[in-house]
């Protein structure tokens, strides 16, 4: 398989695509299936591809690194899958992959509303251990001290240990609890793990303050939004950001449309720069005008909690501007 990863119910996928790339195999525990993929007509999702088989939904990957669907996969039929390549670990190497992987994270849950709070909170990987904390429904960014997103065994919620799997690279066996689990990671810069209240999608804590320029581009993403009597909405859309200003919009599964217009603010909440906000618009107050954005590498991920609760991936396709 080209990509392997877990859909949000916790389930192992795999998908394959052929050398031409319009054709793609899936592999979740209800069998194989088989898709063809074609490019999204509508000229804003661009780089959005249309998986169309014994179901359809959209999908965005970057090549050899990640991709996420919103093809119902696995018994449950779960509303987003992520999965990630091993490359970058084959690339590196054992040694240098167990190195990069033991640092501090942000992450999001993603599942099915009627079944899976959506949440977000910050993992601390270290020698052989790692540790979880969620944070509180009403806990934003801005709240948390610096330093507070490394995560040790008094502040955790939940901790454990890991272990790179030796035959395969970028492949995690964790444990915890006397219960068994799974990560699939791009070393250094994410992470995807399994969980019993669903499928954590992490990005790795950066070295270095991110930049107007490293942030600056055009992404693509998928999210799940909850509102607070458990009905479910998938979005695709994209965001650009240019010069600090961020222009957003979000197509929902009846075809409605949002659009938003803010500006791009830099937050230090664990030490070094750890993710990154976009204000709905400059200097509103409402939590509902606000979304969070934080980046490794060019992969991300986007929440919002409020009257409802928001989690999406997204990914960089293009530079602002251009």
Aim: glycine letters at 12%.
């Amino acid at each position: 398989m080209d990509y392997a990863g877990f859909s949000s119910a916790s389930d192992q996928v795999g998908f394959a695509f052929d050398q031409d790339g319009v054709d793609l195999l899936i592999e979740d525990p209800t069998g194989q299936m088989e898709f063809s993929l074609a490019e999204e007509s509508n000229p804003d999702l661009d780089a959005v591809e249309v998986a169309t088989g014994t179901g359809s939904g959209h999908l965005i990957r970057l090549e050899d690194t990640a991709l996420v669907t919103h093809l119902g996969l696995g018994e449950a039929q779960a509303p987003m899958t992520v999965a990630l390549s091993d490359i970058p670990a084959k690339a590196r190497g054992a040694y240098v992959s167990e190195a990069l992987i033991t640092k501090d994270y942000l992450w999001v849950r993603v599942g099915h509303c009627d079944t899976t709070t959506l949440a977000w909170g910050f993992a601390t990987f270290g020698d052989g251990e790692f540790h979880l904390r969620e944070m509180d429904a009403s806990t934003q960014p801005e709240d948390i001290a610096v330093g507070e997103g490394t995560i040790d065994s008094e502040t955790a919620d939940r901790s454990g240990t890991w272990a790179m799997d030796p035959d395969a690279l970028g492949h995690l066996n964790l444990e915890m609890a006397g219960e068994s689990y799974e990560a699939w990671t791009v070393p250094g810069e994410s992470l995807i793990m399994t969980q019993p209240d669903g499928l954590l999608v992490a990005v790795a804590n950066p070295t270095a303050h991110l930049s107007v320029l490293k942030a600056a581009g055009v992404y693509k993403f998928l999210d799940v939004r909850c509102d607070a009597d458990g009905g479910m909405d998938q979005g695709v859309g994209n965001f650009q950001v240019f010069d600090r200003e961020v222009s957003l919009i979000r197509y929902d599964s009846q075809g409605d449309t949002t659009t938003q217009e803010g500006m791009l603010g830099f937050y230090e909440p664990v030490g070094s720069a750890f993710g990154i906000i976009a204000r709905g618009e400059e200097g509103a107050e409402e939590a509902t005008n606000v979304s969070y954005f934080a980046l490794a590498g060019d992969m991300g991920v986007i929440f919002h909690f409020g009257e409802t609760q928001r989690v999406g991936i997204a990914m960089k396709v293009g530079i602002a501007g251009l």
